[in-house]
């Protein structure tokens, strides 16, 4: 098959621009590198500068393609939560890979909603979750969901050996952070000097806390940092903290599950789907609980701790690729 893969976000198949990317990123690279390795012809088309070839995957900028579109022929066009593309592809199969909410006012604003009504694309969504909040006036073709999938970096034999009192933050959005911290400073850092605090995936700290400060309570802000930093962080660590206010997937949670962290969460949003409390995480209803979960886990004794760390891995294998391409290799069909 001839298949296009849309990601409207600026990277290429460069491997230097490739150690930062998000998860949407690089599920879509991920992506195509298995079709590929199927014997499919795969082009990936990006906000890019320049064609880059790699691995068989002919990279094309966005802005290239859509103004060469006559010349190129695909059966398939999967594209990342843009369906402007649809259209200078009027013969392909469409599917919409939906991996955040599309509101109908949205939709309008970006002029999105014109595009789905005139090439009805088959709908793909990452979680039940994110099927249930989409609007059903959407004429889609049919919708169908297909969990995401754990990259290479995160599919690797890890070790059980003692994990350091590192609790991790590595969500973008922020929402919660902010009270996470001062719980910490109130609750955790009084009571253990040696538990740290460890901030990653944002550019900035929310408020103006100041860094010094912040260090002198056990919590180290690293900002964005490569997948393969992310995996050595998560291999040392004890668990992650992540809320779930806006979650469509939490792509961040199961990687940290695949190096054998439990999640503690409040279970909102799609991590209900992904979080079994007391098997490969904790669901906590507020922030009292969350630091007292946070101390318990300070506490527990090594076995207690491996059960854990072998339940979150166990569970992640749900999601390595070869678990997940066949519900795309049978939509593709």
């Not at 103006?208 to 995996?231: A, E, H, Q």
Request: glycine residues 2%; contains cysteine.
């Amino acid at each position: 098959m001839r298949v296009l893969i849309n990601c409207p976000s600026k990277f290429n198949l460069e491997s230097k621009t490739l150690k930062k990317i998000g998860g949407i990123e690089s599920l879509n690279v991920n992506l195509a590198n298995i079709l590929s390795k199927k014997k499919n012809e795969v082009v990936l088309t990006s906000n890019s500068n320049k064609i880059i070839l790699k691995h068989s995957i002919l990279n094309i900028p966005s802005h290239i393609l859509i103004k060469n579109s006559k010349k190129y022929e695909f059966d398939y066009i999967i594209s990342s939560n843009d369906s402007s593309i649809f259209s200078y592809f009027p013969n392909s199969k469409k599917i919409l890979w939906l991996h955040n909410p599309l509101q109908i006012e949205k939709s309008l604003r970006k002029k999105q909603f014109f595009h789905i009504i005139r090439n009805k694309p088959t709908a793909v969504f990452v979680s039940n979750y994110l099927n249930n909040i989409t609007s059903k006036l959407y004429p889609f073709k049919k919708r169908h969901i297909i969990p995401n999938f754990l990259s290479p970096n995160f599919t690797n034999k890890i070790s059980t050996k003692i994990r350091k009192s590192i609790f991790v933050w590595s969500v973008q959005r922020d929402r919660g952070l902010a009270k996470t911290i001062d719980m910490w400073i109130n609750k955790i850092h009084p009571l253990s000097n040696n538990a740290q605090f460890y901030i990653l995936g944002m550019n900035n700290l929310p408020q103006n806390y100041d860094i010094n400060f912040l260090k002198s309570k056990n919590i180290v802000f690293l900002g964005r940092v490569s997948r393969t930093k992310l995996r050595n962080i998560y291999m040392k660590s004890t668990a992650m903290i992540c809320l779930g206010y806006d979650e469509t997937f939490c792509l961040n949670a199961l990687e940290a599950n695949s190096c054998g962290l439990p999640v503690i969460t409040f279970g909102k949003t799609a991590l209900k789907e992904l979080i079994n409390h007391n098997f490969n995480g904790f669901v906590v209803n507020n922030f009292n609980q969350l630091s007292k979960k946070i101390m318990s886990l300070l506490e527990m004794n090594f076995l207690e701790k491996k059960k854990f760390i072998s339940n979150s891995t166990k569970f992640s294998k749900k999601y390595y690729p070869n678990n997940i391409i066949y519900k795309w290799l049978k939509l593709l069909k």
